[in-house]
């Protein structure tokens, strides 16, 4: 008798957790009797750690079968992909805890799910011709739970608040202080890890104030809003010379804007800190970085409709994160420049 109670439970826990026509009725078809416990009691982010582990264990099973030519074993694991994709859907649906709805293993799935599609359509192509409509039902739910979770994860991006005590240049006690975000300085491997180009890291080293060198940061954080505004008009390069960024990709771009918005204001507060450059030249770099800040601050709101037509969350994380930087910018450069006036 000990040996039936797990799966006692399991059928009092399932048939207290769905109704008919809920698709999780199904999941006992396709989970072990021990991890079917575990998901109907499991939170939000658990629950789609067990779907992408089922999707990644059935599809590895259907691409047996395809190889085999085993067409009813095959039907059946479209089926069991077709019902997780719906469980997905279900709960996610279900789900308004923020901080679950951003939880990495959300995002984990989110990408396994492109990796699964993309999988599936490729098999399509290599089965038998009659097999191939039996694919549709399978791929339909599976995007559309990869595109309800990007949505998410977007929208959770974007409103993101970082509660690690970071902010903006503001005086205490008489000292500027900018409350270090975890980056390297730019001339720590600037090609690798900053995505600025040889001509842009020398146009930084040879500015011998610190108002110089602002400026030529923010002329490389300034460059990338300006190619990436081309390539969405559609525009040609018109320069004689060879465009430096042209196999710089969005990610790359966004990239190279966050890490300069970084180094202005590492700079600024570096060289206030070190008493390394005069006052007038603090004021006059402050003035740069709130100014072209202010600038920016519209045209990233204008990237908004570029992340959901590519559909990367990668690339809304990046997003939100120049915003993020970017008002801590002008206000930290706001609130130095009140402070040196007063």
Do not use: C
Request: glycine share 4%; proline share 4%; no cysteine.
């Amino acid at each position: 008798m000990l040996g039936t109670k797990p799966f006692l439970l399991v059928f009092l826990l399932l048939s207290a957790f769905s109704s008919g026509d809920d698709p999780a009725t199904e999941m006992e078809k396709i989970l072990p009797p021990a991890t079917l416990q575990r998901y109907l009691t499991s939170d939000y982010p658990d629950k789609m750690k067990i779907v992408r582990t089922a999707i990644q264990n059935t599809i590895t099973r259907l691409r047996i079968h395809a190889t085999r030519g085993e067409q009813e074993e095959l039907l059946a694991r479209l089926e069991d992909i077709e019902t997780l994709g719906k469980e997905g859907l279900a709960r996610s649906l279900e789900t308004t805890d923020e901080g679950d709805l951003r939880d990495r293993e959300v995002k984990r799935l989110e990408i396994e799910l492109r990796k699964t599609i993309a999988l599936l359509e490729d098999l399509k192509l290599e089965v038998a011709f009659e097999m191939r409509k039996f694919f549709d039902p399978a791929i339909k739910p599976l995007d559309e739970l990869r595109q309800q979770l990007f949505m998410q994860l977007f929208e959770g991006a974007r409103s993101f608040e970082t509660e690690s005590g970071r902010g903006g240049l503001a005086f205490a006690d008489g000292v500027m202080m900018l409350r270090k975000a975890s980056y390297l300085l730019p001339a720590q491997g600037l090609n690798d890890l900053d995505r600025f180009t040889q001509e842009e890291f020398r146009s930084i080293q040879v500015a011998r104030s610190v108002d110089d060198r602002v400026e030529a940061i923010m002329e490389i954080a300034e460059s990338r809003l300006d190619e990436i505004d081309r390539r969405r008009k559609g525009n040609e390069w018109e320069d004689d010379e060879p465009n430096p960024l042209e196999f710089y990709t969005y990610d790359d771009l966004l990239h190279a804007y966050n890490r300069a918005l970084e180094a202005a204001m590492h700079s600024i507060d570096d060289d206030y800190e070190r008493g390394f450059s005069r006052m007038d030249e603090i004021e006059s770099a402050l003035d740069e970085l709130n100014d072209r800040s202010s600038d920016f601050q519209p045209r990233l709101r204008d990237l908004e409709p570029l992340i959901k037509e590519i559909r990367s969350f990668e690339l809304a994380e990046k997003l939100s994160k120049a915003q993020e930087y970017t008002d801590m910018a002008i206000k930290g450069a706001k609130s130095g420049l009140e402070s040196i006036e007063n």
